[in-house]
């Protein structure tokens, strides 16, 4: 059983920072494309930050040169960090992996989600 556990979020004023974090655990063969995801309020859930196993890296448009995603591999994390944040930032973020847990064996889970607040 894999389980992810996301940590970071809460409230900040306009033009501050948060660092979420998402780690995995569980019978893991290896982890795949990581990437983070928002929904608001009364909106769809949308893809915010991609990395992929080999390092590659893709934003949304939103987000772009204010958000960079990481990743651990050696811990099984993946990072967000978020600055510049502004009041359209805020929702509910989850981390969503592709993890195989052999070697063909492969799906995606979700965290929990943490809810970050920004206040203008």
């Known amino acids: 059983q894999v389980q992810l556990l996301e940590s970071g979020g809460g409230l900040v004023q306009a033009g501050g920072s948060l660092t979420l974090s998402c780690a995995a655990s569980?019978?893991?063969?290896?982890?795949?494309?990581m990437d983070w995801f928002r929904q608001a309020p009364g909106k769809e859930r949308e893809v915010v930050a991609t990395i992929t196993s080999d390092g590659r890296k893709a934003y949304a448009d939103s987000v772009q040169g204010r958000f960079t995603i990481s990743r651990d591999n050696d811990e099984r994390m993946v990072f967000l960090q978020m600055n510049s944040l502004k009041p359209e930032d805020t929702a509910v973020y989850y981390c969503?992996?592709?993890?195989?847990?052999?070697?063909?064996?492969?799906?995606?889970?979700w965290g929990q989600g943490t809810q970050v607040t920004v206040s203008s």
């Open positions: 569980g019978s893991i063969f290896s982890i795949n494309r």
């Open positions: 969503k992996l592709d993890v195989s847990v052999s070697r063909y064996n492969e799906r995606a889970y």
